[in-house]
């Protein structure tokens, strides 16, 4: 049976294969500083898990109030200790390494890749061209890198603050950002975190200069928009994003704008606004009755050597709080809009509710400016000339001439009793003037109601209305009769949204008031 079984043995009968030996990759030796060094300084140890803050011990080592910013109001830095010890011996590997800093020579680009880079990972070559493109990064030259180069650079800076001026971090670190973001997207998660982190952790200013051309991308994601948004008031040329971010209405999307005229103007209404910012930043900032807290651990997902870890509370109001920032803003870029139109002598209008008269002002001092009012006569049609009577010089003889003629003719014209009239209203020696109109045309409701709504304020209006115990349609009506009357044309707008004063007569109404309020 033994036999029979042997017989079904396939196996057997194919012929027996060498076995192939593969050599192991021999990895070069890192030379600098010595490899050594920096295998014992970088034991990792695995993952924290499952540690809760019970078995940690929180300690507050700082509390310090910020009044730089409009919507952070304070912050309190926590040291927390951990029985876990993770990449011991970083900081010393990464003094070892800042020890040749500016004495490194060129050298071909060498790729590498980790999942989390530290120094002991770099061959020889590698080891060589980071110490190269660190060197360049702190001359502000940008060279090749790869996106684990960058991290380790990174890594290296928040893990030195005593080797590397802690304001000089900032800068290095939002430079590296602003420069290979376009290569390296997929670093903008970590940095817009970690950069707030470095900059609250020691207080030192956030360097907002370096990252405003793409400020508004910081806006539309991430964690700290509270943060970021405190600067959008330094944006001046990224005001065009920021109206589009903050603003309900856009002037470059409406049909209006397509109008040729209008469209090649619409870069007044950025340039208008660029002061207006911090004002209603200002405005925004004093809603003070909604305060949040945000507590996180810093530096989160980098590589962190040292037995304490840190933690950041700050106090800060809450991103919806700053809607009464877009509609604010969203008044300001419709005020510019009509100031422009206004300007290129577009008759429509757009509805604009109440703006802050600081902010008009703002506005209307730019448009003042860059397009300065010029008062020019109308030429003179050329025929008029022939109706031009002959220039003499004045003879008093000949005006008592034409004086007696006109009183012979008088005397032609009109009858007896008609001429005693005449002479009995000039024995007088001057006749005096009628005496002007004093009370006003309208009702003082109306008056007060209309002053109201040309400065803005459409909840005093209605309110006079109700003191005068009469519909705010009515007042508006009895406006617009008056006008109509003397003018030819209405003054006040009625729509469903409200009750608006029409810009084109905002000098009318302004005179009126003069005269009567």
Same mark, same amino acid.
Not at 31 to 56: G, M, W, Y
Not at 420 to 441: K, L, N, Y
Not at 482 to 509: H, R
């Given at each position: 049976?033994?036999?029979?079984?042997? %017989?079904?043995?396939?196996?057997?009968?194919?012929?027996?294969?060498?076995?192939?030996?593969?050599?192991?990759?021999?990895?070069?030796?890192?030379?600098?500083?010595?490899?050594?060094?920096? $295998?014992?300084?970088?034991?990792?140890?695995? #993952?924290?898990?499952?540690?809760?803050?019970?078995?940690?011990?929180?300690?507050?080592?700082?509390?310090?109030?910020?009044? @730089?910013?409009? %919507?952070?109001?304070?912050?309190?830095?926590?040291?927390?200790?951990?029985?876990?010890?993770?990449?011991?011996?970083?900081?010393?590997?990464?003094?070892?390494?800042?020890?040749?800093?500016?004495?490194?020579?060129?050298?071909?680009?060498?790729?590498?890749?980790?999942?989390? +880079?530290?120094?002991?990972?770099?061959?020889?070559?590698?080891?060589?061209?980071?110490?190269?493109?660190?060197?360049?990064?702190?001359?502000?030259?940008?060279?090749?890198?790869?996106?684990?180069?960058?991290?380790?650079?990174?890594?290296?800076?928040?893990?030195?603050?005593?080797?590397?001026?802690?304001?000089?971090?900032?800068?290095?670190?939002?430079?590296?950002? #602003?420069?290979?973001?376009?290569? %390296?997207?997929?670093?903008?998660?970590?940095?817009?975190?970690?950069?707030?982190?470095?900059? !609250?952790?020691?207080?030192?200013?956030?360097?907002?200069?370096? =990252?405003?051309?793409?400020?508004? &991308?910081?806006?539309?994601?991430?964690?700290?928009?509270?943060?970021?948004?405190?600067?959008?008031?330094?944006?001046?040329?990224?005001?065009?994003?920021?109206?589009?971010?903050?603003?309900?209405?856009?002037?470059?999307?409406?049909?209006?704008?397509?109008?040729?005229?209008?469209?090649?103007?619409?870069?007044? =209404?950025?340039?208008?606004?660029?002061?207006? %910012?911090?004002?209603?930043?200002?405005?925004? @900032?004093?809603?003070?009755?909604?305060? @949040?807290?945000?507590?996180?651990?810093?530096?989160?997902?980098?590589?962190?050597?040292?037995?304490?870890?840190?933690?950041?509370?700050? $106090?800060?109001?809450?991103?919806?709080?700053?809607?009464?920032?877009?509609?604010?803003?969203?008044?300001?870029?419709?005020?510019?809009?009509?100031?422009?139109?206004?300007?290129?002598?577009?008759?429509?209008?757009?509805?604009?509710?109440?703006?802050?008269? /600081?902010?008009?002002?703002?506005?209307?001092?730019?448009?003042?400016? #860059?397009?300065?009012?010029?008062?020019? +006569?109308?030429?003179?049609?050329?025929?008029? /000339?022939?109706?031009?009577?002959?220039?003499?010089?004045?003879?008093?003889?000949?005006?008592?001439? =034409?004086?007696?003629?006109?009183?012979?003719?008088?005397? !032609?014209?009109?009858?007896?009793?008609?001429?005693?009239?005449?002479?009995?209203?000039?024995?007088?020696?001057?006749?005096?003037?009628?005496?002007?109109?004093?009370?006003?045309?309208?009702?003082?409701?109306?008056?007060?109601?209309? @002053?109201?709504?040309?400065?803005?304020?459409?909840?005093?209006?209605?309110?006079?209305?109700?003191?005068?115990?009469?519909?705010?349609? /009515?007042? &508006?009506?009895?406006?617009?009769?008056?006008?109509?009357?003397?003018?030819?044309?209405?003054?006040?707008?009625?729509?469903?949204?409200? =009750?608006?004063?029409?810009?084109?007569?905002?000098?009318?109404?302004?005179?009126?008031?003069?005269?009567?309020?």
């Amino acid at each position: 049976m033994a036999e029979l079984d042997d %017989f079904w043995d396939i196996a057997s009968l194919m012929p027996k294969k060498k076995k192939s030996v593969i050599a192991a990759p021999v990895q070069e030796p890192v030379s600098f500083p010595s490899p050594q060094a920096f $295998s014992d300084t970088e034991k990792t140890v695995k #993952a924290e898990e499952n540690i809760s803050l019970k078995e940690r011990e929180v300690t507050l080592i700082e509390e310090y109030e910020i009044t @730089s910013h409009p %919507f952070l109001r304070g912050a309190r830095v926590y040291s927390v200790t951990s029985p876990f010890h993770f990449y011991h011996g970083f900081q010393e590997a990464a003094a070892l390494s800042l020890s040749s800093l500016g004495k490194n020579p060129p050298c071909a680009f060498e790729p590498f890749f980790s999942y989390s +880079p530290q120094y002991a990972q770099l061959s020889q070559k590698q080891m060589s061209y980071y110490l190269y493109f660190r060197d360049c990064a702190y001359e502000g030259r940008y060279i090749k890198t790869t996106k684990n180069y960058l991290l380790l650079f990174i890594y290296e800076i928040l893990n030195s603050p005593n080797l590397i001026p802690k304001e000089e971090g900032a800068l290095l670190l939002a430079r590296l950002w #602003a420069a290979y973001r376009g290569a %390296f997207p997929q670093v903008d998660k970590y940095m817009r975190e970690w950069l707030v982190d470095y900059c !609250l952790l020691y207080r030192v200013p956030f360097p907002y200069k370096e =990252i405003m051309s793409f400020l508004p &991308a910081l806006l539309e994601e991430g964690a700290w928009k509270e943060f970021y948004l405190g600067f959008i008031g330094e944006a001046s040329q990224d005001t065009k994003a920021a109206i589009r971010y903050f603003s309900k209405y856009d002037p470059y999307t409406t049909r209006m704008s397509q109008r040729e005229e209008l469209f090649s103007m619409l870069h007044h =209404i950025e340039k208008a606004l660029i002061p207006v %910012f911090p004002v209603l930043l200002q405005i925004a @900032s004093r809603e003070k009755n909604m305060v @949040s807290l945000k507590s996180r651990e810093v530096f989160l997902g980098a590589v962190w050597a040292g037995a304490l870890r840190y933690r950041i509370e700050v $106090s800060y109001q809450p991103h919806f709080a700053a809607l009464r920032l877009a509609e604010e803003l969203t008044a300001a870029v419709k005020y510019a809009e009509n100031c422009l139109r206004m300007r290129l002598h577009i008759k429509s209008r757009l509805m604009v509710r109440e703006v802050p008269p /600081a902010v008009k002002e703002l506005i209307d001092g730019y448009f003042e400016k #860059a397009f300065p009012r010029k008062e020019e +006569p109308l030429p003179r049609p050329v025929y008029e /000339a022939q109706y031009d009577a002959e220039s003499c010089a004045f003879s008093a003889t000949e005006a008592e001439k =034409i004086e007696n003629d006109s009183w012979q003719n008088t005397r !032609l014209l009109v009858s007896e009793e008609e001429l005693a009239e005449v002479f009995a209203s000039c024995d007088d020696e001057e006749e005096a003037p009628p005496e002007p109109e004093r009370g006003a045309p309208l009702s003082d409701a109306a008056l007060r109601f209309l @002053s109201a709504l040309w400065q803005g304020e459409g909840a005093l209006a209605n309110e006079i209305a109700k003191e005068a115990n009469t519909q705010k349609e /009515a007042l &508006a009506e009895e406006i617009n009769d008056y006008f109509s009357d003397t003018m030819g044309d209405i003054v006040l707008d009625m729509t469903a949204e409200g =009750i608006f004063p029409i810009a084109d007569y905002n000098e009318e109404i302004a005179g009126f008031l003069r005269a009567y309020m």
